[in-house]
Antibody
Framework: QLQLQESGSGLVKPSQTLSLTCAVS??????????WSWIRQPPGKGLEWIGY???????YYNPSLKSRVTISVDRSKNQFSLKLSSVTAADTAVYYC???????????WGQGTLVTVSS | DIQMTQSPSSLSASVGDRVTITCRAS??????LAWYQQKPGKVPKLLIY???TLQSGVPSRFSGSGSGTDFTLTISSLQPEDVATYYC?????????FGQGTRLEIK
């Protein structure tokens, strides 16, 4: 059974960079046809798709966040990461990592981690 | 970018009622539409993909329809465990935008 687990700082100061890692177990991050995504959900609000990294390493980011987002993969550790720069209070959210299957729907989610932006 | 708009934003219905949630895309997306259910405090779960295909293990009271720009999620007989927020998501091309969600409660 595939499992995804987010980790990283739960508190980030404004203007700094948010960094999260998603460890994948029970399967390989290099499996063909899959992509690995980050999604966030501000408290009490809806889901916002941040971006993904394909198994080949190509990336796509939400245009609304593109200038601040980097998603990367570490195949040796079977994990992928999110960096979001110049954060503000509006970036406070539960951040989920997820696997996107070949038909491009989300079949596995991490449990989510709350990141608060505050001084 | 294509916008996804759900209606209503919230809904209250009685156990046994037929419930319908609508999702509209600002441009045609063929049938590249998924529905997710997020129960309070839980991770979203895929219910339907390709607009009308039920994910394995999802109760048959859930169904989806539509193509192009207009889609619906229907619960044929509402059960207490269906209390959740429901999201549509387009996946024809990135960005894989979600609708704003429909919160479903029991009356």
């Amino acid at each position: 059974q595939l499992q995804l687990q987010e980790s990283g700082s739960g508190l980030v100061k404004p203007s700094q960079t948010l960094s999260l890692t998603c460890a994948v177990s029970g399967g390989s991050i290099s499996s063909g046809g899959y992509s690995w995504s980050w999604i966030r959900q501000p408290p009490g609000k809806g889901l916002e798709w941040i971006g993904y990294i394909y198994h080949s390493g190509s990336t796509y980011y939400n245009p609304s966040l593109k200038s601040r987002v980097t998603i990367s993969v570490d195949r040796s550790k079977n994990q992928f990461s999110l960096k979001l720069s110049s954060v503000t209070a509006a970036d406070t959210a539960v951040y989920y990592c997820a696997r996107v299957d070949p038909r491009r729907t989300i079949d596995y989610w991490g449990q989510g981690t709350l990141v608060t932006v505050s001084s | 970018d294509i916008q996804m708009t759900q209606s209503p934003s919230s809904l209250s219905a009685s156990v046994g009622d037929r419930v319908t949630i609508t999702c509209r895309a600002s441009q045609g997306i063929s049938n590249y539409l998924a529905w997710y259910q997020q129960k309070p405090g839980k991770v979203p779960k895929l219910l339907i993909y390709a607009a009308s295909t039920l994910q394995s293990g999802v109760p048959s009271r859930f169904s989806g329809s539509g193509s192009g720009t207009d889609f619906t999620l229907t619960i044929s007989s509402l059960q207490p465990e269906d209390v959740a927020t429901y999201y549509c998501q387009k996946y024809n091309s990135a960005p894989f935008t979600f609708g704003q969600g429909t919160r479903l409660e029991i009356k």
